[in-house]
């Protein structure tokens, strides 16, 4: 956010009004949902504080009684904040467990997405008093206790009701376990330029149909079911249900021939379950590549329900070193455990792993938050990197990363 203000003020925004600015959406969305009452405001050291003066201004001038306790002295207050700490008329009260008595709701203007290190002292204690008094919060930009870029919790947290955030949402918004925190997340707008987003060109965003609806492909009148594309998909010989779930999803997203390659014990398995597929025989000779010899077909997922076997790296090898569009899940991750070097080493074009975090945590001995490890694995693998969970991590080998926040609980079933 720091470089969109930046930019923002270099293209003729004053920063003393997109902090004016900030406050009064942070006031409108405490209007639209609760009635006149009284409020405290938690205001920090830094901007995050500024923004939270104002707030106490703008609800004062309307006749809501206002509370605030600085975390820190007035004197200590520099640039913006300095400015909104001596336009508030009302008391800062000390920064106590006192603050909150009578309040019916809570402004968290502490920290924002800032916070660096672990909470302590008198922050946590409020905090806990709040959680126990169950007063509603509204927390300005991230709720305190949250890293904005991991989302991880950082000592102690707290539990906003709304959050309301500007320009757009930050990491810690879209991952766990910040996301959990946050309560309804409200972006708004507070007079940054349009042009200031493709100047930054941001390179985590959240997983929205705006994002992606544009390109995908559509068929032109003269396409044909190779024009579509020919996906195979290798089946296991006990586990087939997996693969069978995963030809039903690439029919549906559009392949023009979905072939199922299986294990001679396991064809029959496969032939009866959709009149759609094709199915093939592995070859005992040629494995896989026999298969991919195929110029047609160009998509090929190898993993799901397979085995963790030798014919499984097998598998994933020719997949690999052959020139389709290729997908790894499941037991072809597994299969290379301890041998990492091996499969990324067999990368030659176009790549997806899809790990769930057990898969991850055998493939790359990485340290650091979910984010930055997904980041780090993806350029390593030089392949996409969907790190599979409740807050599924889309990773690009340039650094791209693309983050999904739409997976309800419902979903978390074999096979879902």
Known sequence: MTKADTLAVEAGVSSLDLMENAGATVVREIRKRWVRRSVVILAGPGNNGGDGFVVARLLHQIGWPVRLGLLGDKTSLRGDSKVNAERWVGKIEEFSVALLEGAGLVVDALFGAGLSRPLEGIVLDILNAMEARKLPCVAVDVPTGIDGNTGEVLGGVLNADLTVTFFRKKPGHLILPGRQHCGEVEVTDIGIPSGVLKKISPVIAENLPQLWVDKLPVPAPDFHKYSRGHVVIVGGSEMTGAARLAARAARRAGAGILSIVSPANAKHIYEISDAGNLVLELPAKKGL????????????????????????????????????????????????EGDPETLFGSIK??????????????????NGDKLSRCREAAKLANSVIILKGFDTIIAEPNGRVVINTNAPADLATAGA
Do not use: M, W, Y
């Open 349 to 366: 074009g176009r790549c997806v792993l899809t790990p769930h975090q057990g898969e991850f945590d055998r493939l790359f001995k990485i």
């Open 289 to 336: 590549s026999g298969i991919l010899d195929n110029k047609r077909r160009n998509a090929v997922l190898v993993g799901p329900g397979n085995g963790v076997t030798e014919l499984t790296r097998k598998n994933a090898i020719s997949a690999l070193t052959s020139k389709n569009a290729v997908v790894l899940d499941a037991d072809a991750l597994t299969a290379f």
